[in-house]
């Protein structure tokens, strides 16, 4: 049912374009890497805020009001480009462990944030202007730049092993 599919995404008009044009492919990948660098780049600063490691000086809800727009901005990039690559190459891609890994350790990078989004940051005001934010707020930013770094990896991986015989 998924190779189906994945054999469906594959011949649909946008995933031919991004296979066969001289620059689809190539603009596909760097519009996901633009993404990447705007998004989780962004999303690191906050991250390394919430450990108390840098711009400590700064509300952690006003650093997070400022960056908001360039993280959302950069993870709609890179997931739009990311499922286009994905629709082009879905038959390779699908059963790639380095695939698998990458989506896992997404989808825990969006249980993280939400988990941080309806807990620990509800209660910001309590530790805003603190250099050091309490501890579930220093977990949050440890866990997103480590699911991030495994899925940053995991897509390298896959760009290495995607055509591959083995891979």
């Not at 999303?43 to 000086?57: A, H, N, P, S, T």
């Not at 807990?119 to 440890?142: C, E, H, K, L």
């Amino acid at each position: 049912m998924m190779l189906e599919l994945c054999a469906w995404l594959e011949s649909t008009w946008i995933a031919t374009l991004i296979q066969e044009s001289l620059y689809g492919f190539p603009l596909a990948v760097a519009a996901h890497i633009m993404g990447l660098t705007l998004s989780v780049g962004t999303l690191i600063w906050f991250d390394l805020r919430l450990l108390g490691l840098v711009m400590v000086e700064c509300r952690a809800s006003e650093l997070y009001r400022r960056l908001a727009p360039y993280i959302l901005t950069g993870f709609v990039i890179m997931f739009v480009s990311g499922g286009l690559l994905f629709a082009a190459f879905a038959s390779n891609a699908y059963p790639n462990i380095f695939f698998r890994i990458k989506v896992a350790a997404m989808l825990l990078a969006g249980v993280n944030a939400l988990y941080f989004h309806f807990t620990t940051g509800r209660r910001m005001a309590a530790w805003d202007d603190s250099p050091r934010p309490p501890f579930a707020a220093r977990v949050a930013g440890v866990v997103s730049m480590v699911v991030w770094a495994v899925a940053i990896l995991a897509g390298r991986g896959m760009s290495y092993t995607i055509f591959s015989p083995q891979g």
